[in-house]
């Protein structure tokens, strides 16, 4: 998680991040020195996901009940420390309830992430009608795929000391399937979804209409209606830019951390400003050409991809890239700069043509923009921004903009 990336106004967030007046001691836990965690006094060197615990939430697009699981495989780095084990050495340091020894109500300990992990494990196995014992194959089988993948690092007597000696075998059972899955074929009880949506669905939501406008008192409206673009105080804004600027994920980068990735960079690297023909004829603009992307706020520059495929009126761009974190740049620790980037990190030319990435060059992991920081600023607020009064959430398609040729 990056804030100078992912929120609204980065550049505000990398102004507080750096001024210890307003952030005395900043302490971040990373896998890498990003945008974010490049300000912090102190990094304490994450896991990986694949060295993780954890469990992935259900969609409700799934039409069969199934608890996944993800569980260390391999260590990238010896001396890393998971956020969770950081965590839990902080509260016995502190003496907190909680954690350690006798930490839940069983007597059993809070001492490591396995403690926590596996009995949430052993809760998948034994819900609803219990999962089957792992055999006596099975078990051996566990046993022998985590002390090649981990070494060191897998325990065998320490996470079965985090449940019950009846429970171990079908914790073994759950984790050598990577979750627990309903059986296909259930999905239907006679001819409706098994696990089809039950809510109640309202045209009037009574949630809404008892919740207040922060600056006004008055209620909110609990029927959907349109509102123009406003600010806090309820004032129509005057948009001064002439295009509206809209943002999407990237198909290949799914988050800014993937930069890190050579192979997909060789997919594509930069997040290029999609503009439709008839916008880009007016401003003297084709495929490739450096532009200069505005805004009252901020400038930023990105390289322009001519198409039919988006409106008139309205550009475009892939969020997630543009940072200078990730190995983008030399950092400084401890007063002594990093002689040299990762030898895998990127070639300094550019061989691809704008959308022809078929050479197979990685680019730059530097390559594009950051497109939340063109996010509109609402006057009303010292460093915010436009947002939905009703959910809370920045208005990321509410963003006005001009584009023109450098050069």
Do not use: C
């Amino acid at each position: 998680m990056s804030p100078v990336v992912s929120a609204p106004n980065g550049q505000i967030q990398e102004q507080a991040l750096k001024d210890p007046d307003v952030l005395p001691l900043y302490v971040a836990s990373d896998i890498q020195i990003g945008d974010t965690s490049k300000y912090a006094d102190y990094i304490l060197p994450d896991t990986t996901y694949l060295e993780r615990w954890g469990r992935e939430a259900i969609y409700p697009n799934i039409t069969t009940k199934f608890a996944s699981v993800y569980q260390p495989v391999t260590r990238v780095f010896p001396n890393v420390r998971s956020f969770e084990n950081s965590i839990i050495e902080i509260g016995k340091k502190l003496e907190l309830a909680g954690v350690g020894d006798n930490a839940f109500s069983d007597g059993s300990s809070l001492n490591s992430e396995e403690d926590f992990y596996i009995k949430r494990v052993a809760n998948i196995a034994y819900d609803d009608q219990p999962v089957p014992d792992a055999s006596q194959r099975e078990l051996t089988i566990f046993e022998k795929a985590r002390t090649k993948a981990l070494g060191k690092f897998f325990d065998l007597e320490k996470w079965k000391k985090a449940v019950k000696p009846e429970e171990w075998a079908k914790v073994v059972y759950v984790l050598n399937r990577g979750g627990r899955f309903e059986a296909a074929g259930s999905e239907y009880e006679g001819n409706h979804i098994k696990y089809g949506y039950s809510g109640q669905a309202d045209f009037y939501d009574e949630g809404v209409a008892a919740g207040k406008n922060t600056f006004d008192g008055e209620f909110f409206e609990g029927m959907p209606l349109y509102n123009g673009i406003q600010t806090f105080d309820g004032e129509a804004v005057n948009q001064q830019q002439p295009l509206q600027f809209i943002n999407w994920k990237s198909r290949n980068l799914g988050t800014y951390r993937n930069v890190s990735s050579a192979w997909l960079r060789e997919v594509r690297s930069d997040n290029y400003i999609w503009m439709n023909p008839d916008d880009a004829k007016t401003r003297n603009i084709k495929t490739g050409d450096t532009v200069t992307i505005f805004n009252d706020n901020i400038k930023k520059e990105g390289t322009v991809y001519v198409t039919g495929g988006i409106a008139p009126g309205v550009v475009g761009a892939a969020y997630n890239m543009g940072q200078s974190g990730y190995g983008v740049n030399r950092n400084t620790v401890d007063g002594k700069k990093e002689k040299e980037l990762p030898s895998y990190n990127h070639t300094p030319f550019a061989f691809s043509e704008v959308m022809h990435e078929e050479g197979g060059y990685a680019g730059h992991r530097g390559d594009g923009f950051i497109v939340n920081k063109l996010t509109e600023v609402d006057t009303n607020f010292k460093h915010g921004v436009l947002y939905d009064e009703i959910g809370g959430s920045p208005g990321q398609l509410d963003m006005y903009v001009n584009v023109k040729r450098q050069g």
